[in-house]
Nanobody
Framework: QVQLVESGGGLVQAGGSLRLSCAAS????????MGWFRQAPGKEREFVAA????????YYADSVKGRFTISRDNAKNTVYLQMNSLKPEDTAVYYC???????????????WGQGTQVSVSS
């Protein structure tokens, strides 16, 4: 069982930056692929980024590539999402996810956090 707790969301102006953190419980954090999804009001949930258990492989949605960076610190049981050059269309609730399988763009992860709100003003 893995519990995920996100933090770092907030309100920022367009062009600004935020860093989301996701703290995971459990001793086998390093065995899990991790990722981030987001859901804006009235829209379907969408993939944002994912990272392999070692951190050696990362994947991004085209809409965030070059602006967002996913990373992890297995010693701290934490995964991060650095978000730069934020746009109003990045406004959404961001969810941290984990799975024992390989990283995926599909929302089939076993474990989900409660979400953190990111709001970008124009």
């Amino acid at each position: 069982q893995v519990q995920l707790v996100e933090s770092g969301g907030g309100l920022v102006q367009a062009g600004g930056s935020l860093r989301l953190s996701c703290a995971a419980s459990g001793r086998t954090f390093s065995a899990y692929a991790m990722g981030w999804f987001r859901q804006a009001p009235g829209k379907e949930r969408e993939f944002v980024a994912a990272i392999s258990w070692s951190g050696g492989s990362t994947y991004y949605a085209d809409s965030v590539k070059g602006r967002f960076t996913i990373s992890r610190d297995n010693a701290k049981n934490t995964v991060y999402l650095q978000m730069n050059s934020l746009k109003p269309e990045d406004t959404a609730v961001y969810y941290c996810v984990a799975d024992v399988g390989p990283p995926s763009r599909l929302d089939e992860y076993d474990y989900w956090g409660q979400g953190t709100q990111v709001s970008v003003s124009s």
